[in-house]
């Protein structure tokens, strides 16, 4: 197999973060819709992938799309699909499903049915009638959207926000690949300060840090498809040698963290540490009111408390007005806050020069961004 087609998952409003990334790493051969990317790669793609994507939710294997709208179209052709090129003797293949305006609706049907037609598949291929399934996960999903089924194998495991640095986690937090493609989206540039008064468990400046410094987000990871056979070792071993020879270790950063909760971030510093950026990010307990710089530029990513729990609404909404009283104050800074409360534009006086949809979770938030006023 030299050309494998594959898709990265994404969040909603992220897709154009993740197609971004996969031509960074020189996969150009795509195609961006709702929730995924689709690209071409080789078996080294998975490895490279895996290790790289910070915004992405997962890679998977597409095995085939068909249209299905009888449970027997959708048995032949799942049988008719090259398994045997993916799946050894002793696999490990659950599958799980999904179905959105489809005939075909009753996903746990819709699962009995390709597990047979699978098995149907590799009792052909491995002349044999019964498989243990002991070896290597391939976990495998029947998507069905308006009649159209995709079947994939995921390649990544837990999903890719799972870095391996936040052991442990504080309230509401931010996931990991959410939080890079704030970043992201920011064009903060490496050589400016940026800060995060509102840092919690740290996730926003560890992210910033990791891609400053050209650190693989997957690099203190394992994946399923490390298992795999058919992914020979030495592909991901030069993959994972690639990612470290390409970090910027001398590189120097600007980075600040800030907090009134000295619990989280104890937790913030661990986590740096795990992630090996601890040096480059100063956290530090401090109420936002006092929040300034002696900088003359700088950038401000946040996630600051929203309010969607009952009572705390009001907490929010004052904090979104003393936000417009401090940043008055740093008019040379660029400022980014993701929130799911309508009416922030309002509260903060001033309409954002741009704003995302995005969703933290399952919240649907808005990204607001504010240029400084030099631009």
């Known amino acids: ?179 890079a493609a704030l970043v992201r989206l920011s064009k903060w540039p490496a050589d400016h300060v940026l800060a995060d008064p509102f840092c919690g468990s740290g996730t926003i400046p560890i992210e910033a840090a990791m891609l400053a410094l050209n650190i693989a987000p997957g690099l203190k990871r394992s994946f399923s498809a490390e298992k795999w056979p058919n992914i020979p070792r030495r592909l991901w071993q030069q993959a994972r040698t690639e990612a470290k020879d390409a970090i910027m270790r001398q590189r120097a950063l600007r980075i600040l963290g800030t907090d009134i909760d000295n619990k989280v971030l104890s937790l913030a510093r661990h986590h740096a540490r795990l992630a090996g950026v601890e040096s480059q990010i100063h956290f530090q307990r401090l109420p936002f009111a006092d929040f300034r710089s002696r900088f003359e530029q700088g950038f401000v990513i946040c996630n600051p ?21 401090v940043f008055a104050k740093m008019p040379t800074w660029s400022v980014f806050v993701i929130t799911s409360h309508k009416g922030f534009e309002k509260l903060y006086g001033r309409p954002a020069d741009k704003k995302r949809k995005l969703y933290n979770g399952r919240i649907e938030c808005h990204y607001y961004q504010y240029w400084n006023r030099d631009n």
């Open 1 to 179: 197999m030299t050309k494998i087609e594959l898709i990265a998952t994404a969040a909603f409003g992220l897709e154009a973060v993740v197609a971004k990334e996969l031509k960074e790493l020189g996969y150009t051969d795509q195609m961006v819709e709702n929730g995924r990317v689709t690209f071409y790669g080789d078996e080294a793609a998975i490895c490279r992938t895996n290790l790289w994507l910070r915004s992405a939710d997962r890679v998977l294997v597409k095995v085939g799309e068909f249209e299905a709208t009888t449970f027997a179209e959708l048995f032949e052709q799942t049988k008719a699909l090259p398994w045997q090129e993916w799946l050894p003797v002793n696999a490990e293949f659950p599958v799980s499903g999904k179905s959105v305006k489809s005939k075909l609706f009753s996903v746990s049907d819709c699962q009995a049915i390709v597990k047979k037609a699978i098995v149907e598949k590799l009792k052909q291929t491995y002349k044999q009638t019964w498989f243990e399934e002991t070896g290597p996960l391939y976990k495998i999903e029947v998507g069905l959207l308006k009649d159209r089924a995709t079947l994939t194998i995921d390649t990544s495991g837990a999903g890719l926000h799972k870095r391996g640095y936040r052991e442990l986690t504080a309230r509401a937090p931010l996931r990991e690949t959410l939080a």
């Open 305 to 325: 408390p929203y309010g969607e729990r009952l009572g705390e609404k009001r907490e929010a909404e004052a904090l979104y007005r003393q936000m417009q009283e």
